[in-house]
């Protein structure tokens, strides 16, 4: 079946063009001038022609960090499961994600993918691929990275942070990353020093600091530079190719940046939270409230959100992904006396295009970096380009037509997450999508969600093409 996309302005990575874009089942036929002998044809002949007058035609939203149902702790699970999440995704200009098999210690890598295949299986309303977390470094854990690869799961996740349950020493985040260099594969680093967080937050405790904001004030941004900085550096000595996840503050990105300038291959993404959210307004508040706004690097102040936009302009920044962990309120109340054991993370994976639409109109970021660092970086650094990431003949078809002049606010009564709260409450966002198609099948069709589960698949990836 032919679906015509007329009369919209396609937004690539080098600027907006007005151009009809062409469907043929699930990849895209042709992108044509329009009012061409093509395009007319090609409308004349079409199943259905969609009328983006006035609207951007993007290509879909890659969201390169999410958990859903992601089981953090006995007690508490991350509320969007595979068929939530990947609907909400969708309704905020998302058409593909990817989340993390995780290996806990004492666990197989086999099992970990096995299992994480099985919960999204039939669940997906769009296409996903999945990352490795790696909690367990060993000979046998490294050994079986080398099928990981072929299966599709190009890119693995050690943290610096979380000692006793994810943490890895530099011993072997090193001996991990010379692993990676061998296969080509995309090292990906929570970037905080856990071991020095652990001892500040037991002393915050252990003196009656246990509210929320000292979730924030035990988790400096200087540790989270210097852990950027030792990562680098191993980085660097086995030569792999390193992305620092969810970075959110001034210091860790000026480490960022000085790793590129010595022309590693260092990319780094941020997250709206950290261009929005402060420690100040979210986290230093009273209960509950406090407790919706903990996530793991914390919210920081007003300051650094300036350094983040900037750069997300200079392309120090890369990439925008969500780092999409929401739990609701009474899993949240886990940690009502004691910061430590409420479970990390927010909820943002329907609202990462219109917040950072919003900064495009507020002068914060171009255009064309709008789409470059929701969907067309995120595609090339994992493997996911050129069938994600563009709107080009032969790419997938995963469109979305977004109009950029409808306001609307954001809030729990209105988002599709299944959460109860929303921390983006009463912000005013401009832009929204219109319709989303995801390899040509409709999944919003003009603000109405005709998606299921079970549409979306897994995507094996590549290796990127954007490593020097
Ligand atoms: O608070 C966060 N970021 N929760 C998700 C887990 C992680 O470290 O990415
Ligand atoms: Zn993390
Ligand atoms: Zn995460």
């Given at each position: 079946?032919?679906?015509?996309?007329?009369?919209?302005?396609?937004?690539?990575t080098?600027?907006?063009t007005?151009?009809d874009?062409?469907?043929?089942g699930e990849?895209?036929?042709?992108?044509?001038?329009?009012?061409?002998?093509?395009?007319?044809?090609?409308?004349?002949?079409?199943?259905?022609?969609?009328d983006?007058?006035?609207?951007?035609?993007?290509?879909?939203?890659?969201?390169?960090?999410?958990?859903?149902?992601?089981?953090?702790s006995?007690?508490?699970?991350?509320?969007?499961?595979?068929?939530?999440?990947?609907?909400?995704?969708?309704w905020?200009?998302?058409?593909?994600?990817?989340?993390?098999a995780?290996?806990l210690?004492?666990?197989?890598?086999?099992?970990a993918?096995?299992?994480?295949?099985?919960?999204?299986?039939?669940?997906?309303?769009?296409?996903?691929?999945?990352?490795?977390?790696?909690?367990?470094?060993h000979?046998a854990?490294?050994?079986?990275?080398?099928?990981?690869?072929?299966?599709?799961?190009?890119s693995?996740?050690?943290?610096?942070?979380?000692p006793?349950?994810?943490y890895?020493?530099?011993?072997?985040?090193?001996?991990?990353?010379?692993?990676?260099?061998?296969l080509?594969?995309m090292?990906?680093?929570?970037a905080e020093?856990?071991?020095?967080i652990?001892v500040?937050?037991?002393?915050?405790?252990e003196?009656?600091?246990?509210?929320p904001v000292?979730?924030?004030r035990?988790?400096?941004?200087?540790?989270?530079?210097?852990?950027?900085h030792?990562?680098?550096?191993?980085?660097?000595?086995a030569?792999?190719?390193?992305?620092?996840?969810?970075?959110?503050?001034?210091?860790a990105?000026?480490?960022?940046r000085?790793?590129?300038?010595?022309?590693?291959n260092?990319?780094?993404?941020?997250?709206?939270?950290?261009?929005?959210?402060?420690?100040?307004?979210?986290?230093?508040r009273e209960?509950?409230?406090?407790?919706?706004?903990?996530?793991?690097?914390?919210?920081?102040?007003?300051?650094?959100?300036?350094?983040?936009?900037?750069?997300?302009?200079?392309?120090?920044?890369?990439?925008?992904?969500?780092?999409?962990?929401p739990?609701c309120?009474?899993?949240?109340?886990?940690?009502?006396?004691?910061?430590?054991?409420t479970?990390?993370?927010?909820?943002?994976?329907?609202?990462?295009?219109d917040?950072?639409?919003?900064?495009?109109?507020?002068?914060q970021?171009?255009?064309?970096?709008?789409?470059?660092?929701?969907s067309?970086?995120?595609?090339?650094?994992?493997?996911?380009?050129?069938?994600k990431?563009v709107?080009?003949?032969g790419?997938?078809?995963?469109?979305?037509?977004?109009?950029?002049?409808?306001?609307?606010?954001?809030?729990?009564?209105?988002?599709?997450?299944?959460l109860?709260?929303s921390?983006?409450?009463?912000?005013?966002?401009?832009?929204?999508?219109?319709s989303?198609?995801?390899?040509?099948?409709?999944?919003?069709?003009?603000?109405s969600?005709?998606?299921?589960?079970?549409?979306?698949?897994?995507v094996?990836?590549?290796?990127?093409?954007?490593?020097v």
């Amino acid at each position: 079946m032919t679906i015509v996309v007329r009369g919209g302005s396609v937004v690539s990575t080098s600027g907006a063009t007005p151009a009809d874009v062409v469907i043929d089942g699930e990849t895209i036929a042709a992108v044509l001038a329009p009012g061409s002998p093509m395009a007319i044809a090609a409308a004349d002949g079409a199943a259905r022609v969609l009328d983006a007058t006035g609207c951007y035609v993007l290509p879909g939203g890659v969201d390169a960090h999410v958990h859903l149902q992601l089981p953090m702790s006995p007690d508490a699970t991350s509320s969007d499961t595979f068929e939530t999440g990947t609907a909400a995704a969708a309704w905020g200009g998302t058409t593909t994600v990817i989340d993390f098999a995780g290996q806990l210690a004492g666990m197989h890598v086999r099992d970990a993918i096995d299992e994480r295949h099985a919960e999204a299986d039939g669940q997906c309303v769009i296409d996903y691929g999945f990352h490795l977390s790696m909690g367990d470094v060993h000979d046998a854990s490294l050994d079986e990275m080398d099928a990981v690869m072929d299966e599709g799961i190009t890119s693995f996740k050690y943290f610096m942070a979380y000692p006793g349950a994810w943490y890895s020493d530099d011993g072997k985040l090193l001996r991990a990353m010379q692993r990676a260099a061998d296969l080509g594969a995309m090292v990906m680093m929570h970037a905080e020093n856990g071991i020095a967080i652990d001892v500040l937050r037991n002393q915050a405790v252990e003196a009656g600091r246990a509210e929320p904001v000292w979730h924030g004030r035990t988790r400096p941004s200087r540790l989270e530079g210097e852990a950027v900085h030792r990562a680098a550096a191993l980085a660097e000595i086995a030569g792999a190719p390193l992305y620092i996840v969810h970075l959110s503050s001034a210091d860790a990105l000026e480490q960022v940046r000085w790793a590129r300038n010595r022309g590693q291959n260092v990319f780094a993404e941020t997250c709206p939270q950290y261009l929005y959210l402060t420690i100040d307004e979210h986290l230093d508040r009273e209960g509950l409230d406090g407790l919706r706004a903990i996530c793991s690097p914390p919210l920081r102040e007003h300051h650094h959100h300036g350094s983040l936009w900037q750069g997300l302009r200079h392309d120090d920044l890369a990439v925008v992904a969500t780092d999409h962990c929401p739990f609701c309120d009474n899993e949240k109340l886990l940690g009502v006396d004691d910061f430590r054991a409420t479970p990390n993370g927010l909820g943002s994976i329907e609202h990462r295009m219109d917040l950072l639409h919003s900064g495009v109109v507020t002068g914060q970021l171009g255009l064309s970096r709008w789409v470059e660092t929701c969907s067309t970086t995120p595609a090339r650094l994992f493997g996911l380009y050129p069938h994600k990431g563009v709107i080009a003949p032969g790419s997938d078809a995963d469109i979305v037509v977004y109009d950029p002049d409808v306001t609307h606010t954001l809030g729990a009564e209105t988002h599709h997450m299944n959460l109860d709260h929303s921390v983006w409450e009463g912000v005013e966002v401009t832009g929204q999508v219109r319709s989303v198609l995801s390899r040509g099948t409709f999944v919003i069709d003009d603000r109405s969600f005709v998606g299921r589960a079970g549409h979306g698949r897994f995507v094996p990836r590549g290796v990127s093409d954007l490593f020097v």
